[in-house]
């Protein structure tokens, strides 16, 4: 099968055009989705007690707050905050900035109650403008900053741990077969992220195995796809999981997967490919189809991968899957997600200077392609089993329209959120499933997810952190994501500047490339083997050629001749200083714009020139392609600068 190859960032307004048009529903259909979705919705803000969900601490500290901002930042930074005189430093500046002294919490739940003192406890001991050398003895008096700090990260601790189903899977396993969680088909996630060493990606392979195993002895009886299942990344499992390192990568990751895979076969586990960034997913899905083909693996039905809703490419891997699906004679398992990283997504394109983003700049369009891809899943059920992992009531809604049915797919909730959206929904809809997404981790791992949870759903935009707000109206909940784009010409959010145009109108940007494209990095190489290089470089005086002493010029990468080159003598030198100082003077006379449009035409002659350059830096200093393109980069932004 060929490999998977799509544009890397098709315009945001070409793809709505098609979506808008195709997702309209008869009336009649349009009134079940709202009737359902209005139901789902008074469920999640019926009066609750006890611990609260995720949701409850959303609506309070959401990050349209100072608290909710504070917190968020608090959060981020403590991960990597190496002592304590540094984290009292920290605590002291991000609580001055929020009321946490006088917020009166809006929710009974014992989450928020408890954060919210724990918090409000600190920042009543710690005053503004307190530091660790002024107040040792205001301080002492009163409780200590080694006890503050330790308060402020047991609260983090708390909210935390509010998404983590256990500390060890053993945990985990035994928390998910009581209480409510029976209610549930299970996925489990082994908090961490990618690999930075091969004894990192040794330690979470062996992790991954030994949860495997554990899962399977405890699975029972049922069949797939009842059975619960784990989810694996694949940047933790190698080190150097990037595109550039494609080789390395098929030849020594591809049957580590396999091995687990085989691990989760024998047990007849449900097992998940993680989605990654999406400069890794045209590698994901190289390393996924030589994992599917292998002949171990056939007949096993419980193998499949997650899909991101907000990256443009999203329809085309879901055909590429189906396709794959079809031609082992398989049907995979299919996770939908709307995606978790969109900030770091929407930064990395503009730090490489791309022609577009690679994931959509307004929600709406994403909650609009999710659907677009539930669609096309819920078609291609013969080969696909489709999972949809969403916690919003009106996405719920629609896709049980689209599905005219309950059965042949499952609905999934991360574990800490959506409790009274999926409760009530196994409650209105007889045999309907539902899977939690479960993440195992221990204390330090905690952190890094609540601030991911927190960006991904603590924004003013985000379903789940207005759902519960009773002071938001039902029917704004109910209003479909095509209504709010309006037209293909509105798919895209005007206060996010393209790549290209982050500086405007003070300059552009220099132009970058995605190595995660195989297109746009062939053309790269292309460019760079099809230049053509000088064999010979002398001094330039005045305009005319000055030589002094020649040498032959060596590559540090195999020792080659590449060329020769004419030194510059002193006696040289001092005539290329008098020549510039001689023609100072009428330099300094130029118009500046003249001036300007020089060091412009200068920058655009070295972006038209990048293959030769790339080439000049890698035989002459043994440079990375990604280094010489960021050094290319470098100088002609600093020319337009």
């Known amino acids: 099968m060929q490999a998977f190859r799509a544009e890397f960032a098709v315009a945001d307004e070409k793809i709505a055009a098609t979506m808008i048009s195709d997702l309209s529903f008869p009336a009649a259909a349009e009134a079940r989705i709202a009737e359902r979705a209005t139901k789902l919705i008074q469920a999640i803000r019926a009066p609750k007690s006890g611990l609260g969900g995720i949701e409850d601490f959303l609506r309070e500290y959401s990050l349209s707050t100072k608290e909710g901002l504070a917190l968020m930042v608090l959060a981020e930074a403590l991960l990597r905050v190496p002592d304590g005189a540094t984290a009292d430093r920290l605590i002291e500046d991000k609580l001055s900035q929020a009321d946490w002294s006088h917020h009166e919490a809006r929710s009974s739940a014992l989450l928020v109650t408890a954060s919210s003192w724990a918090l409000g406890i600190t920042a009543r001991v710690i005053q503004p403008g307190e530091t660790p050398e002024g107040i040792i003895g205001s301080l002492a008096k009163r409780l200590g900053l080694p006890a503050v700090r330790t308060a402020t990260r047991q609260a983090m601790k708390l909210m935390g741990s509010h998404f983590v189903l256990g500390e060890n899977i053993n945990a985990a396993l035994k928390r998910s077969t009581s209480g409510a969680g029976k209610l549930y088909r299970y996925s489990f996630d082994m908090l961490g992220e990618g690999a930075r060493t091969q004894k990192d990606a040794d330690r979470y392979f062996q992790s991954y195995a030994n949860a495997i195993e554990s899962i399977g002895k405890s699975a029972g009886s049922g069949k797939l796809p009842e059975r619960p299942g784990i989810s694996v990344k694949l940047s933790a499992l190698h080190p150097r999981y990037e595109a550039v390192s494609r080789a390395r990568v098929m030849d020594e990751l591809v049957p580590k997967v396999i091995a687990l895979a ?45 899909i991101q809703a907000y990256q443009k490419r999203a329809l085309d891997v879901i055909e590429y899957v189906a396709a794959l699906a079809r031609r082992l004679n398989r049907r995979f398992m299919v996770r939908l997600v709307k995606g978790a990283y969109w900030d770091t997504e929407i930064k990395r394109a503009q730090e490489r200077g791309l022609d577009d983003y690679p994931v959509f700049t307004r929600k709406a369009m994403t909650d609009l392609n999710y659907l677009a891809c539930a669609r096309k899943m819920l078609a291609a059920r013969p080969h696909l089993y489709p999972q949809f992992a969403t916690h919003n009531a009106l996405s719920v809604a629609t896709i049980l329209e689209m599905a005219s049915g309950v059965t042949g797919f499952e609905f999934q909730r991360l574990h800490g959120m959506g409790e009274e959206l999926y409760r009530a929904l196994l409650v209105n809809e007889p045999g309907i499933a539902c899977r939690t997404y479960a993440p195992v981790g221990e204390h330090e791992d905690l952190l890094a997810y609540l601030v991911r949870r927190l960006l991904e759903n603590g924004a003013n935009s985000s379903f789940v952190s207005v759902a519960a707000d009773p002071n938001v109206p039902v029917s704004d909940l109910l209003i479909r994501p095509q209504v709010q784009i309006g037209s293909a010409a509105q798919a895209r959010n005007r206060h996010i500047p393209l790549p290209a145009e982050l500086y405007a109108p003070q300059r552009v940007n220099s132009r970058g490339v995605e190595f995660g494209h195989a297109a746009a990095l062939s053309a790269l190489i292309a460019e760079v083997q099809n230049s053509k290089l000088p064999d010979f470089a002398g001094n330039i005086i005045a305009g005319k050629r000055v030589n002094g002493p020649t040498r032959k010029l060596t590559s540090p990468i195999d020792g080659s001749v590449f060329g020769e080159v004419s030194e510059a003598t002193a006696a040289i030198a001092s005539d290329a200083m008098s020549a510039a100082k001689a023609g100072f003077k009428s330099w300094a006379q130029t118009p500046v714009a003249v001036r300007a449009a020089a060091l412009e035409r200068a920058a655009d002659l070295m972006e038209s020139r990048r293959g030769a350059l790339i080439k000049l830096l890698q035989i002459e200093a043994g440079k990375t392609l990604d280094d010489c393109l960021s050094e290319v980069r470098e100088a002609v932004d600093f020319c337009r600068y």
């Open 262 to 306: 085989q691990l989760a076969k024998k047990h007849d586990l449900k097992f998940t490919v993680d989605a990654e960034e999406a400069d890794r997913l045209e590698l994901s899905l190289d390393v996924i189809a030589a994992v599917a083909a292998d002949e171990s693996l056939s007949g096993w039905e419980g193998f499949g991968m997650a």
